[in-house]
């Protein structure tokens, strides 16, 4: 703030009649008065020269010398002007040297009444004292304050904004209309601020409406703030009108609604107007830099976000930690971890932010021993370890389940008392969570001396993650208890739990707590009550989910639609799934990998392989998985051919096979006899494309084998692989022996498949069935009065199908269905017509009329 103008209120020569020497009148003669004259016009020069001298030390930053020199005076005894204090705390107001401005009050006060109660030097008080940021100090002295004026004003409102006493920024400001100060271009700005911190528009917009009655549109300090504000409240529109209508745009204003859209998650509009600044010839700083890098690392724009780390080197603009570790940080969040070393290497100074961007973007791409080693380096460099840095530790040990780690870092935090801090706290819980640790992770939250909602909504994520439904519940009752609201993300981690349990009912009375409690649902509650619904097996109420998603105006993403497609394969609605793929075409839905391969797979299932090859057709950018898809649906409709011909096919296009594209391959040479084929694909994925075979190939390649003849050859395969036999390897040997008729060795398959799994009926029924080709009558009965004891039975077979939105299903033998005779009599016919067409024996028949309903 400008230095304030002062008119003097003491007598000047009261001042130096004070500091001469007493004469005696009597004595005075005509010579002592004309030398008493001349002294006393010196003087003045004297006090004349040394005000000047004293403003310029003081606008330079000498503001010892300058006091050094107010020392000398006094010592003269010269007459000390209020002005004199004012420029010396004016210049203590521009090096915030707050020891010296005290020294300064000090003086004043001591020199009386007449000079602490000046209306200038009480201003500028008021003013020095809210630039050192002494809120205290500087209200108190404010409202004893004789006379306030625009100046107090401007500095308690900026204060106060500065502070973060937003509140009563805004309220001073309506309090000095209120006294008829108008609050000018410093004023404004600070009101704008705290308007954008409080997010209150309203108020905003009056400012604003003030602004323009007062003619500050065309001031750029004014109209930057405005597009900050209205950035800040989230009216972007308002934000960019404001920004298009200033004439003279400088960088602060580029910058501010930049920043605004970064803030709005508007990563392309910044990234646009950083474009549109360069082309109006206006020179980046640091900030703008910032931004675009920030703007550039939310969207992986690897590309862009190189050109602005190019914009800051050719710019010659600082590294400093503010810019350097804005580079880090976007390198970091795209994967770039080798250019964020490389940059974090050449900075000459870094701070523990710095040091956290670095550990922590080794941590997100799971290079945790990098980390680690960027730790002890931290170390070496004499910085402590703080919450962030913790933090990211805290989080290397839950994504790697390593809890000796985990442990560490909560005895560090013991140990220099960062336990307390509810950020820490949250990540230990998290960590022993993920390490299964659950009742330390319990521990640590019951301890806390302070506990936030993220802090709940992370322990509820623990028992939800883990199925511990009821203690989930119980503590979302606890949070209320205790006086914390559940948000959404509390009630979704209770819904989840539910769900992973099984305990769909438990689920939605959940949901039904959450809507009566004043809360709706949001697409995470809708996708994780349709995925839990089509993974337990309710498809027509996932299907039903969804349509109440829609209606409450959410529109779902990829997650929620995959699931509603396997909600749809697992029912075999093929109309459905083609009215999911109408949908999706219809709003121009981007179709991501995770949906192509879904809807590959529904058609492919639903039986319609062609509606299946048309969506692999159409897809431009083909990846491995929806490959894999693709041969996969081969595979299931046998199609072996076709299915080692796009396996070809994905070999010329450059891209290597994976475990699951073997496993797809084989299947299919399973199903279709191709003997060779797998062989030869087996061998090469081991030789040529160094693929490690897993239990599931073993399995694919043993069956293939035991089906088509060569048991021999199956049963020297498992005695050969590095892997135990499973249960599905040995069922298709018992099945192939059954074949051919080896009982004993049934018998032994049967015997072992009922030790390794002892509660699946079909074991006991295949050794039953052994026995009974022996004809062992007595072990037949032991075997089926071992299943009656255990309670199992055989599962019968089941299908269905629907009629409008009905379903009707049939399982073997059951004349339930209310229809039985009309369904009867009608497949009746149906034999009786297949066997006059193929001419099949009456035999046939008699079997045909056997396993109706």
């Known amino acids: 703030m400008a230095s304030l103008r002062f008119t003097t209120t003491l007598n000047p020569q009261l001042s130096f009649a004070k500091f001469s020497k007493p004469i005696d009148s009597h004595k005075l003669t005509q010579t002592h008065l004309t030398k008493f004259q001349e002294d006393a016009k010196k003087l003045q020069v004297l006090d004349k020269s040394y005000f000047p001298h004293m403003s310029s030390l003081c606008k330079q930053g000498q503001i010892q010398e300058a006091v050094d020199l107010f020392t000398e005076m006094e010592l003269r005894n010269f007459a000390i002007e209020p002005e004199i204090f004012s420029e010396l705390l004016q210049g203590c107001v521009y090096e915030r040297a707050l020891s010296t401005g005290q020294q300064i009050h000090a003086r004043i006060i001591k020199n009386g009444e007449g000079y602490a109660r000046n209306e200038y030097i009480e201003t500028k008080l008021v003013i020095f004292y809210a630039k050192c940021n002494l809120s205290e100090v500087a209200n108190s002295l404010f409202r004893t304050v004789s006379i306030k004026n625009v100046f107090s004003w401007a500095a308690i409102i900026g204060l106060n904004c500065r502070m973060g006493y937003n509140e009563e920024a805004l309220l001073g400001f309506c309090e000095m209309l209120e006294d008829e100060f108008l609050p000018d271009n410093f004023v404004v700005p600070n009101a704008l601020k705290a308007c954008g911190a409080l997010r209150w528009i309203g108020f905003g917009k009056g400012v604003h409406g003030y602004v323009v009655k007062m003619g500050f549109g065309g001031c750029v300090f004014v109209a930057s703030s405005l597009v900050d504000m209205y950035g800040k409240c989230g009216v972007l529109e308002d934000a960019r009108k404001v920004f298009d209508g200033i004439f003279e745009k400088n960088v602060v204003t580029w910058n501010s609604v930049m920043v605004n859209y970064v803030q709005n998650g508007l990563n392309e509009e910044a990234i646009k107007v950083f474009y549109d600044m360069r082309i109006e010839g206006i020179e980046p700083t640091r900030v703008t830099v910032s931004s675009f890098l920030s703007a550039s690392a939310n969207i992986g724009a690897i590309e862009e976000g190189k050109q602005g780390h190019a914009v800051a080197v050719v710019g010659g603009l600082e590294m400093d930690t503010i810019l350097g570790s804005s580079i880090i940080n976007f390198y970091s969040k795209v994967g770039l971890m080798e250019e964020a070393q490389l940059v974090f290497s050449r900075m000459l100074e870094k701070d523990v932010v710095t040091w956290n961007l670095i550990i922590s973007g080794y941590v997100q791409t799971g290079d945790v021993d990098r980390a680690l080693n960027m730790c002890r380096q931290m170390r070496l460099k004499n910085l402590r370890f703080d919450s962030v840095t913790l933090s990211s530790l805290l989080s290397a040990s839950a994504d790697t389940s390593n809890l000796k780690l985990g442990r560490e870092g909560h005895c560090y935090c013991i140990r220099n008392d960062l336990e307390s801090d509810v950020v820490v706290a949250t990540s230990i819980v998290d960590m022993y969570a993920k390490c299964e640790r659950i009742d330390s992770a319990r521990q640590v939250f019951d301890s806390a001396a302070k506990r936030d909602l993220v802090f709940w909504n992370t322990m509820l994520a623990a028992y939800a993650e883990l199925g511990l439904s009821g203690e989930a519940l119980k503590l979302v009752y ?227 084998l035991s089906r088509y003849g060569n048991l021999d050859e199956a049963f020297r395969l498992v005695s050969t692989m590095p892997y135990e036999p499973d249960t599905h390897i040995l069922g298709s040997l018992l099945a192939a022996c059954r074949e051919r008729g080896e009982t004993e060795i049934e018998e032994y398959l049967s015997n072992t498949l009922i030790k390794l799994d002892p509660d699946n009926s079909g074991n006991y029924v295949a050794l039953s069935n052994a026995y009974a080709a022996s004809e062992r009558w007595d072990e037949v009965k032991t075997v089926r009065h071992l299943m009656k004891e255990k309670g199992l039975m055989k599962i019968p077979g089941c299908s269905w199908i629907q009629i409008g939105g009905e379903f009707h299903v049939f399982v073997a033998f059951d004349k339930s269905h209310p229809k039985i005779e009309e369904i009867s009599m009608t497949l009746a016919l149906l034999a009786t017509e297949i066997c006059f067409v193929h001419c099949l024996p009456a035999s046939q028949l008699i079997f045909l009329e056997d396993s109706w309903p």
């Open 478 to 704: 606890q949070m209320q208890l205790e006086g914390v609201p559940p948000n959404v993300v509390s009630w979704n981690s209770v819904i989840l739990g539910f769900l992973k349990n099984g305990q769909v009912n438990e689920a939605k009375s959940v949901l039904l707590q959450m809507q009566s409690s004043g809360i709706q649902p949001n697409l995470i509650t809708w996708t994780s009550l349709i995925s839990g619904l089509a993974k337990n097996g309710f498809g027509t109420e996932a299907i039903v989910a969804f349509q109440q998603m829609q209606e409450s105006g959410i529109r779902p993403n990829a997650v929620s639609i995959v699931s509603l497609l396997s909600a749809c394969i697992d029912m075999a609605l093929l109309w459905y799934g083609k009215a999911i793929h109408g949908y999706l075409t219809r709003n121009y839905l981007f179709l991501s990998i995770p949906l192509i391969t879904s809807l590959v797979d529904m058609y492919a299932k639903c039986g319609n392989i062609d509606q299946a090859k048309s969506v692999f057709d159409i897809t431009v950018s083909r990846e491995v998985p929806i490959y894999n898809s693709m041969i996969s649906s081969y595979a299931l409709h046998g199609q072996a051919v076709e299915a080692l011909a796009l396996y070809r096919r994905l070999k010329e296009e450059g891209l290597e096979p994976d475990t699951i594209t073997v496993t797809n391959v084989l299947n299919a040479c399973s199903h279709s006899g191709l003997v060779k084929e797998g062989l030869e694909l087996f061998l090469d994925m081991v030789s040529k494309h160094h693929l490690k075979p897993t239990m599931e190939h073993y399995g694919c390649l043993v069956n293939l």
